[in-house]
């Protein structure tokens, strides 16, 4: 596994620790709370990283009072082992593997939370978010043409990867032939690898190709100040093949906005009225502004649309929008290429932030914030004195093979509240 040196990981924290603000690490403070997300990639057994990256991950960590964490395997070492090097005032909540069956072999992921337990509580209710049997059966009948056209694409599909794989192995077998033939001379001719199966692209959103994992949440206030509370609901969407399942990314996105539009109409039955979602949501606005600003446009036509009227809840997307002190919508990803994270708001308390406020975000020192810890940034001034942008693309792949699955090939994003 390709990392760090310890003298380049010296480096990267002397520059961390003397401006780290600049790269965007939340600062902790007595009057607010960070909430975050990270998609921490395939976070499995303690081996996968080295002792660098884990306490690097600790280091943001510990700035945060509640993390949703995407992309955990179902081996939990590695997770236990960060909330152990985060200490006892943390807590953490796993869901069980979603992604595959049990038993198959499939990549299979968990998602989970981690909270300080002197700031943040768990509440009542930990569950998934599921689309009933009948909905699935109602959708497939409804839109069944649709479905059975896709249904012959893939017999299709399948029949020319197969001939392709065929055809790969035919030839594989031919020269192991002429090599015995020849005398055995040299190296047997290596095995080729079997094409990639091309994916199974559905017309309308069905399911979640891994369910979203809710927890209920209490921020504790000061004394007899009245607590945050609020259902949070981790989700890695869809990735899939970018130019063939764009669509259908999008459909699974909107396919989890619509439950949570739904919930936040039928505030009188949660168990707290308020949801955060914090996820990578795998929206692809790679070079496609047009995209993300019609998007964008949909989400915040639900407060003058769905979210209409009296009582209702207020939805807000801050990392959609530019921050006050950036010049460019935030990209998440450790290529500086995607907005693939999110933390949005779904609120009735009025202390909650809302979209006009999105523009005064970071004015106050301990008031409402956003932002993402660009460690892409951090490496690459540390290690080569410029932005990762601005490399060459050779010091740049170099630099990502260093820390791309080492660490993670998303960067964290957060948000800080003012504590109630």
Not at 8 to 14: A, D, L, P, R, S
Not at 197 to 221: A, D, E, Q
Not at 388 to 410: G, P
């Amino acid at each position: 596994m390709a990392a760090f040196t310890q003298s380049q990981w010296t480096k990267v924290n002397g520059l961390l620790a003397a401006e780290g603000d600049r790269f965007g690490l939340p600062r902790r403070r007595a009057d607010s709370v960070v909430l975050a997300s990270f998609n921490i990639r395939k976070l499995g057994q303690k081996a996968n990283k080295s002792p660098g990256a884990w306490r690097f991950l600790k280091t943001f960590c510990e700035r945060c009072d509640l993390i949703a964490v995407q992309e955990v395997q179902d081996n939990l070492e590695g997770l236990d082992h960060l909330k152990g090097l985060l200490g006892d005032k943390y807590g953490m909540a796993a869901s069980d593997i979603t992604g595959g069956i049990a038993g198959e072999r499939a990549m299979v992921e968990r998602l989970a939370f981690l909270f300080r337990w002197d700031r943040v509580e768990r509440t009542a209710v930990a569950s998934d978010i599921t689309i009933d049997r009948s909905a699935v059966l109602e959708t497939l009948y409804t839109e069944r043409q649709d479905f059975l056209a896709a249904f012959k694409d893939r017999i299709e599909d399948l029949k020319g990867w197969q001939a392709t794989r065929d055809a790969k192995l035919a030839g594989w077998k031919t020269k192991v032939a002429a090599w015995e033939a020849g005398g055995a001379g040299g190296k047997k001719p290596k095995k080729p690898t079997s094409p990639k199966k091309p994916p199974f692209v559905l017309p309308h959103f069905l399911t979640f190709i891994r369910t979203p994992h809710c927890v209920s949440f209490r921020v504790k206030g000061g004394a007899g100040a009245r607590p945050y509370e609020f259902l949070a609901v981790n989700a890695h969407l869809l990735y899939g093949d970018k130019r063939k399942q764009r669509e259908e990314r999008e459909r699974e996105f909107f396919g989890l906005l619509k439950w949570l539009v739904e919930r936040a109409r039928q505030a009188t039955r949660l168990y707290h009225k308020d949801m955060i979602l914090l996820g990578d949501l795998n929206l692809d606005f790679r070079q496609v502004d047009v995209r993300r600003a019609a998007i964008e446009d949909a989400l915040k036509a639900l407060n003058g649309g769905a979210l209409k009227g009296k009582g209702r809840a207020v939805v807000n997307f801050p990392f959609f929008d530019v921050h006050p002190k950036a010049t460019k919508v935030f990209r998440s990803t450790a290529r500086r290429t995607e907005t693939y994270d999110q933390i949005a708001v779904f609120s009735h308390d009025k202390r909650l932030p809302r979209p006009p406020g999105n523009a005064k975000a970071g004015t106050k020192a301990s008031g409402f914030d956003y932002g993402v810890f660009n460690f892409s940034d951090l490496f690459a001034e540390a290690l080569h004195g410029k932005p990762l942008l601005k490399l060459t693309k050779a010091q740049r792949n170099s630099l990502l093979e260093k820390f791309e699955h080492d660490v993670s090939d998303h960067m964290p994003i957060w948000m800080r509240l003012p504590k109630p």
